[in-house]
């Protein structure tokens, strides 16, 4: 490869395959794993003429974390496919395969390499769903000598500068507020001034759990096959991550934009009207129930939150699906979705270390096998290493509160989540970990720990029938132990929660529980955490 100056015409040796050919090049566009967006604003300033795009698959980023393999194979089978519609759409394209001999395997090196190869006048990227992209890129640039411009990236509502000014001197940041400013803003669900129906939230209609006969015949989500593409991916990541988490046998995820607006359609057909109702409930062999399963096309942006939002309310609108139904899924994204990126950027990079209640137990060993006796965790890691998918109660109050009550580093459990679920991105993963699930940043970002007995998860599921545990018990032999660390982790951290205004009826409670008693539930506790950690 001869380079003229940067900016300037060069003879460059390779480009997709192609043979050698003169090209300019003005901007290096890189697209990320996560960028697969149609309308993209890096596509809408681009030149088809003077700028090259730019993409890489890197051994790294299945690594760093192990990245289930479902993971692994969606991410490199929605690029390739994205590539694929690039050029068919004209573009030129720098794509570099994980499995090309001198892939150097980091995302930073193939940048450095990028930037040498075509010497551009710039590096131009949409803001990246990590902060350790960012930094990573930045210095690459800054070390070849290159400007780079990152774009504020339009999928969401709200940019990250919309959110510091939202969060500026709050002494308190909570989703609500936010959720009630971007309806106002963007006129979502608003009927003039005022919210549709005349309520901001319709909780009390929803979240109901199944009779005790089951949920019936529950309409299962669209699936997948895999095409040539995702076959040869999936011998790829066989290949290259054979002790990788989880399995592909079940792969059935969407990997183009068509094949997620036909997920978003199937899901308002068919179970939106009853999200809201069922959104908290599990029932064993039913992974997906109500829910949308939109979140990793959403993530990759195969799918436009603006497009599932507007297909939700229009639904509502038509007369498809109840209000309450409706305003609880769109809460979801334009409400949670929103908040949990908008206080990553706020708070990174200390956000990823912080460990308010001092956790520092590691994480048991059944997270990685679905080996154990707990019939819950054994449901929904089973699933989750069988799909890289759970809905969100199993997330929070199955494999999440069991981690927090067992006083595990949140490190170790973000780092598990981070691997484990194909709609893992850090921007969304993290505060969800740490900030709900674990409440490691002390309360900065949810009102209180969700911390529960083993009689909310047998409320709302069928687990605990068939399990040898019973959630009523803390002492004993078929005490839950969730329910014993329950008590053990009210006991352990009474100081800290005392200091917290909602959990004030729950150290009530604990508060009832004479010394002897509290004696044998610590030493079950330590019994079980002797055994699991
Ligand atoms: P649905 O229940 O159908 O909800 C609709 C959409 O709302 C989802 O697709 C998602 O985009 C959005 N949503 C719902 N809840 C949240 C939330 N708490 N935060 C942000 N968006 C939300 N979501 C991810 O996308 N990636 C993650 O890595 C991730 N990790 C999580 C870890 C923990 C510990 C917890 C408690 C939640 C996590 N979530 C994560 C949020 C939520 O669990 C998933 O978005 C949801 O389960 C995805 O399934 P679904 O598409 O069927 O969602
Ligand atoms: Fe889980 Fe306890 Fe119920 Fe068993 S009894 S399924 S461990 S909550």
């Given at each position: 490869m001869?380079?003229?100056?940067?900016?300037?015409?060069r003879?460059?040796g390779?480009?997709?395959?192609?043979?050698?050919f003169?090209?300019?090049?003005?901007d290096?566009?890189v697209i990320?794993?996560?960028?697969?967006g149609?309308?993209?604003?890096?596509?809408e300033?681009?030149?088809?003429?003077e700028?090259?795009?730019w993409?890489?698959?890197?051994?790294?980023?299945s690594?760093h974390v192990?990245s289930?393999?479902?993971?692994?194979?969606?991410?490199?089978?929605?690029?390739?496919?994205?590539?694929?519609?690039?050029?068919?759409?004209?573009?030129?394209?720098?794509?570099?395969r994980?499995?090309?001999?001198d892939?150097?395997?980091?995302?930073?090196g193939?940048?450095?390499a990028?930037?040498r190869r075509w010497?551009?006048?710039?590096?131009v990227?949409v803001?990246?769903?990590?902060?350790?992209i960012?930094r990573m890129?930045?210095k690459?640039c800054?070390?070849?000598?290159v400007e780079?411009v990152?774009?504020s990236?339009?999928?969401f509502?709200?940019?990250?500068?919309e959110?510091?000014?939202?969060a500026g001197?709050?002494?308190?940041?909570?989703?609500?507020?936010?959720?009630?400013?971007?309806r106002r803003r963007?006129g979502?669900?608003m009927d003039?001034g005022?919210p549709?129906?005349?309520?901001?939230?319709f909780?009390?209609?929803?979240?109901e759990?199944?009779p005790p006969q089951?949920?019936?015949?529950?309409?299962?989500?669209?699936?997948?096959?895999?095409d040539?593409?995702?076959?040869e991916?999936?011998?790829l990541v066989?290949?290259?991550f054979?002790?990788?988490?989880?399995?592909l046998a079940?792969?059935d995820?969407p990997?183009?934009?068509?094949?997620?607006?036909a997920a978003?359609?199937?899901?308002i057909?068919?179970?939106?009207?009853?999200f809201?109702?069922?959104?908290?409930a599990?029932?064993a062999?039913?992974p997906v129930?109500?829910?949308?399963?939109?979140?990793?096309a959403?993530?990759?942006?195969?799918?436009?939150a603006?497009?599932?939002?507007?297909?939700?309310?229009?639904?509502w609108?038509?007369?498809?699906?109840?209000?309450?139904?409706v305003?609880g899924?769109?809460r979801q994204?334009?409400?949670?979705?929103?908040?949990?990126?908008?206080?990553?950027w706020?708070w990174?990079?200390?956000y990823?270390e912080?460990n308010?209640?001092?956790?520092?137990?590691p994480?048991p060993?059944?997270?990685w096998?679905?080996?154990?006796e707990m019939r819950?965790?054994?449901?929904?890691?089973g699933q989750?290493?069988?799909t890289?998918?759970?809905?969100h109660i199993?997330?929070?109050?199955v494999?999440g509160?069991?981690a927090?009550?067992a006083g595990?580093?949140p490190r170790?459990?973000h780092?598990?989540?981070?691997?484990?679920?194909?709609?893992?991105?850090e921007w969304?993963?993290l505060?969800?970990?740490?900030g709900?699930s674990q409440?490691?940043?002390?309360g900065?970002?949810?009102s209180?720990p969700y911390?529960a007995?083993?009689k909310y998860?047998?409320?709302m599921?069928?687990?605990?029938?068939?399990?040898?545990y019973?959630?009523?018990?803390?002492t004993?032999?078929?005490a839950?132990?969730?329910?014993?660390?329950?008590?053990?982790?009210?006991?352990r951290?009474?100081d800290?929660?005392?200091?917290?205004?909602?959990?004030e009826?729950?150290?009530?409670n604990l508060?009832?529980i004479?010394?002897?008693?509290?004696?044998s539930?610590?030493?079950k506790?330590?019994e079980i955490?002797r055994?699991?950690?």
């Amino acid at each position: 490869m001869v380079s003229k100056a940067r900016g300037g015409f060069r003879k460059a040796g390779r480009l997709a395959g192609a043979s050698i050919f003169v090209v300019p090049v003005r901007d290096l566009c890189v697209i990320l794993g996560d960028q697969l967006g149609r309308r993209s604003p890096l596509l809408e300033r681009a030149s088809r003429s003077e700028d090259m795009l730019w993409m890489a698959e890197a051994a790294e980023e299945s690594t760093h974390v192990p990245s289930h393999k479902a993971r692994t194979a969606l991410f490199l089978s929605a690029m390739r496919h994205h590539a694929g519609w690039l050029r068919k759409s004209g573009w030129k394209l720098d794509y570099r395969r994980l499995d090309e001999k001198d892939n150097c395997g980091s995302l930073g090196g193939e940048l450095r390499a990028a930037i040498r190869r075509w010497r551009p006048r710039r590096v131009v990227a949409v803001e990246a769903g990590e902060w350790r992209i960012e930094r990573m890129f930045n210095k690459v640039c800054r070390e070849e000598g290159v400007e780079i411009v990152w774009l504020s990236d339009p999928h969401f509502f709200a940019s990250r500068e919309e959110f510091r000014r939202h969060a500026g001197g709050r002494k308190q940041l909570r989703m609500e507020y936010f959720y009630r400013e971007l309806r106002r803003r963007h006129g979502i669900l608003m009927d003039g001034g005022e919210p549709c129906g005349g309520r901001w939230n319709f909780d009390a209609e929803n979240r109901e759990h199944f009779p005790p006969q089951g949920p019936g015949l529950v309409p299962p989500p669209v699936s997948f096959a895999p095409d040539a593409e995702t076959e040869e991916v999936f011998r790829l990541v066989e290949k290259r991550f054979p002790r990788n988490p989880g399995s592909l046998a079940g792969f059935d995820w969407p990997v183009t934009p068509e094949q997620a607006q036909a997920a978003l359609n199937d899901f308002i057909e068919r179970r939106l009207e009853r999200f809201g109702q069922y959104q908290d409930a599990m029932w064993a062999g039913e992974p997906v129930l109500y829910h949308s399963r939109l979140s990793a096309a959403m993530n990759l942006k195969l799918l436009e939150a603006r497009d599932v939002v507007a297909a939700a309310e229009a639904a509502w609108r038509e007369g498809r699906a109840p209000l309450a139904a409706v305003e609880g899924f769109i809460r979801q994204i334009l409400g949670w979705r929103e908040y949990v990126r908008g206080v990553y950027w706020l708070w990174m990079p200390e956000y990823g270390e912080w460990n308010e209640l001092n956790a520092h137990a590691p994480l048991p060993r059944f997270y990685w096998t679905g080996e154990t006796e707990m019939r819950c965790l054994r449901e929904v890691i089973g699933q989750t290493l069988r799909t890289g998918y759970a809905h969100h109660i199993q997330r929070l109050m199955v494999t999440g509160l069991f981690a927090l009550l067992a006083g595990v580093a949140p490190r170790q459990v973000h780092e598990w989540y981070l691997a484990i679920y194909v709609d893992a991105v850090e921007w969304v993963e993290l505060p969800n970990v740490l900030g709900m699930s674990q409440f490691a940043d002390g309360g900065r970002m949810a009102s209180k720990p969700y911390a529960a007995t083993g009689k909310y998860i047998a409320r709302m599921s069928n687990y605990c029938r068939g399990c040898r545990y019973d959630p009523a018990h803390r002492t004993g032999e078929r005490a839950c132990p969730f329910t014993v660390l329950y008590w053990d982790f009210l006991m352990r951290q009474e100081d800290r929660l005392r200091r917290v205004p909602r959990m004030e009826m729950q150290l009530r409670n604990l508060a009832r529980i004479e010394p002897a008693e509290r004696r044998s539930v610590r030493k079950k506790a330590q019994e079980i955490l002797r055994e699991v950690c």
